[in-house]
């Protein structure tokens, strides 16, 4: 599948930082290290039933500036992100407004390219939805079950195949959480912890035996579908190998979604750990109330920007607050960020000289190097814009525009 087209990025002058970032996991903040030249990053995609709203954006623009960080870094990057093309809510949205669910999937997919392409953020090289990866979903439960890691439940009708929790020694490292944790995110988020004939109530589906009225692949255990964090490990591990640098997603996919996934991939591919970096953004509310499907209070891109806001001041917008916070969005927001943008805009008018210019690309790097700190890096700029900057120099302008669309994704 085609995903869109690749936004502008310049090589700085100067010294690039290290990137580090806090890794769930491990729980602290620690120096990305990239074995060879390249940076395998995998970011969980959509389920395309409904348009990209900001909790959407925030976290693909949080993966975007990760990838600017690595390139400024001199590393290549290859990116991989899925899209959950089957999947029950799609089904349900589907029925709900009358449509065929390929249909919704389809026009769903475009709408998110094209909020991709007006947000400037980078696209995977890889951008694979579920029904073309069927086969290696397949491979990767038939190894799950040679291996002892999985299991056929005792059900003539559905014979469904569940990954056991036991199949890696350490599960649990990634989310850290209890197992009362574990049980109640499980039943929030799509978990089936009362299915009979699991041998645990943790265990996760890998592959749904057919339903009617539900598509269904062939496999040599039976027609039907894949399990949804399946999907991930076969998908990732494929592209990247069974170790790459970073598994990102919102805080709400830590459990189960990214837990699973990992010990998919880590039990069929004997592998110990499959990232080594778990990223996870916070949630983004709306005038104080979480923004959620189901409180009907989604503030959409394409909508902002239909309405004249401008992309950079959406990426301003989300980047006023770090990354792994709970973050609210408002009208204010957007009219601070609309505010900042103007203000930038107007002080590359008379930019001074070149070596406050430097320091500033300088201070961007520190900056967004120390785990995303976006709030300093924008505060940088807000420093520069409102000093005195000297005599204008004409490279200073072309290095400071330079460095904030390339670093920070933003056009000035």
Known sequence: MHSWPVPEFTTLPGTPQQLHLYDTANQTIAPVEVEGDTAGMYVCGITPYDSTHLGHAATYLTFDL??????????????VQN??????????????????????GTSQIDLFRNDMELLSVFPPQDYIGAMEAIDEVVDMVQKLLDNGAAYVVDDAEYPDV?????????????????????????????????????HDPLDALVWRAHREGEPSWDSPFGPGRP??????????TN??????????????LIFPHHEFSAAH???ALHSERM??????????????TKMSKSLGNLVFVHKLVEAGHDPSAIRLGVFAGHYRTERDWSDGVLMDATERLTTWREALNHPGSRELADALVATLRERLAADLDTP???????????????????????????????LLGVRV
């Open 376 to 406: 300093g890096a924008l505060a940088a700029v807000d420093e520069w814009a409102s000093a005195s900057r000297g005599s204008d120099e004409e490279t200073a302008g072309e290095l400071v525009r330079a460095a904030l669309n390339s």
């Open 239 to 252: 592209r990247l190998g069974k170790n790459f640098t970073v598994q990102g997603g919102g805080s709400d």
């Open 275 to 288: 990232a080594d970096f778990y990223v996870h953004t916070g949630m983004i509310g709306l005038d104080g």
């Open 265 to 267: 991939a880590e039990a």
């Open 162 to 198: 569940y990954a056991s929790i036991d199949a890696t020694a350490n599960f649990g490292y990634e989310s850290n959480y209890s197992r009362e944790q574990m049980m109640e995110f499980f039943r929030e988020r799509g978990g089936d912890p009362d299915r009979a004939g699991k």
């Open 66 to 79: 990760i990838y600017r960080q690595l390139l400024d870094n001199g590393h290549k990057v290859h990116y």
């Open 227 to 236: 399990g949804w964090h399946i999907e991930c490990s076969a998908i990732a």
């Open 83 to 104: 899209i959950t093309d089957v999947d029950d809510p799609l089904f349900e949205r589907a029925e709900r407004d009358g449509v065929d669910w390929r249909e919704l």
